[in-house]
């Protein structure tokens, strides 16, 4: 089980740091310096723009609208 890297103190964190097999372990190594990160300079926040939400949505129905498309060119193609 992964421990949860966000819930120790920094010091804890630096000492895990120091300890740990990188090459057994690289993405918690990675999470532990994303943990030391967020403590030192505060969570880190992504922001998407409206704009952004809006297009993937058109884009992800417009997906499913093809897929649709096709499957019923396809069912179509099976009877003739």
Same mark, same amino acid.
């Given at each position: 089980?992964?421990?949860? /890297?966000l #819930?120790?103190?920094?010091?804890?964190l *630096?000492?895990?740091q120091n300890? !740990?097999? $990188?090459? &057994?372990?690289p993405?918690w /190594?990675? #999470?532990?310096?994303?943990a030391?990160? *967020?403590?030192l300079?505060?969570? !880190?926040? $992504?922001? &998407?723009?409206e704009t952004?939400?809006? #297009?993937?949505?058109?884009?992800?129905?417009?997906?499913?609208?093809?897929?649709?498309? $096709?499957?019923?060119?396809?069912?179509?193609?099976r009877?003739?």
């Amino acid at each position: 089980m992964e421990p949860d /890297y966000l #819930k120790y103190s920094l010091d804890e964190l *630096s000492d895990v740091q120091n300890n !740990i097999d $990188v090459e &057994v372990f690289p993405q918690w /190594y990675a #999470k532990i310096a994303i943990a030391i990160d *967020s403590k030192l300079n505060g969570p !880190i926040e $992504v922001k &998407v723009h409206e704009t952004t939400k809006h #297009k993937y949505r058109l884009w992800a129905a417009l997906l499913v609208t093809c897929v649709t498309c $096709v499957e019923l060119l396809l069912s179509i193609f099976r009877f003739l």
